[in-house]
């Protein structure tokens, strides 16, 4: 039974669409994150959500935008794809902001075409 | 904000053989992991580790958070122990900072 999981796996579209990654945890956790693995493998923040509220926005364009219907699920939709989107985004969970261990997704490679 | 940084960057083992990696850094933390991203991209949980030390069956860490740095050795290492390896640190009230990671290849 996946703790984190995210879907969907591969993604590949082309520039100028609209996608969602989605991303659902059964740890029963107050707190989850989005974050982009770029080509040389550095991972960054780029949301944190605690109990469905934004807590943490790091410098991303707002053509992405992270949606919490509740504090299982957090999904990211990211408008008018551009090439430097292509990258693995991982949805991670922590039971609580700072203080407890994070488990992390599988990942979500996107590819913009 | 904090500083994360692990050395070396890269690492060729032969099978067998043992190793140290560091993590350095630059501020107090509340919690500090370490991660195996396997070759099919994977972040694994190895160690939840703010202080202390443990032991996972070849894999142990240790933090010494007064002097701000964390070790994980790997020892008797195989083949499946390849991929890359990250430290991440939470600090204040700001979500996991990775380390660049340390690139392992273990050459049978």
């Known amino acids: 039974d996946t703790a984190v999981s995210q879907t969907p796996k591969y993604l590949v579209t082309q520039m100028g669409n609209d996608k969602s990654i989605k991303c659902e945890q059964n740890l029963g956790h107050d707190t989850m994150y989005w974050y982009k693995q770029d080509s040389k493998k550095f991972l960054k923040i780029m949301f944190s959500y605690n109990n469905k509220e934004l807590i943490i926005n790091e410098t991303v364009p707002n053509r992405f935008s992270p949606k919490s219907p509740d504090k299982a699920h957090l999904n990211l939709h990211i408008n008018s794809l551009e090439l430097g989107d292509s990258a693995v985004y991982f949805c991670?969970?922590?039971?609580?902001?700072?203080?407890?261990?994070?488990?992390f997704g599988q990942g979500t490679r996107l590819t913009v075409v | 904000g904090i500083q994360v940084e692990q050395s070396p960057p890269d690492l060729i083992l032969q099978e067998g053989a043992n190793s140290t990696l560091r993590c350095n850094f630059s501020d107090s933390v509340n919690n500090l992991q370490w991660f195996h991203q396997n070759p099919w991209g994977q972040l694994i949980n190895l160690f939840y580790?703010?202080?202390g030390t443990k032991q996972n069956g070849r894999l142990s860490a240790t933090t010494v958070a007064t002097e701000r740095y964390s070790l994980l050795y790997i020892s008797s290492s195989q083949t499946t122990d390849s991929g890359v390896y990250f430290c991440?640190?939470?600090?204040?009230?700001?979500?996991?900072?990775f380390g660049k990671g340390t690139r392992l290849s273990v050459i049978a």
């Open positions: 991440a640190v939470f600090s204040g009230n700001t979500p996991l900072v």
């Open positions: 580790i703010p202080s």
């Open positions: 991670a969970s922590s039971q609580d902001a700072g203080n407890t261990e994070a488990f």
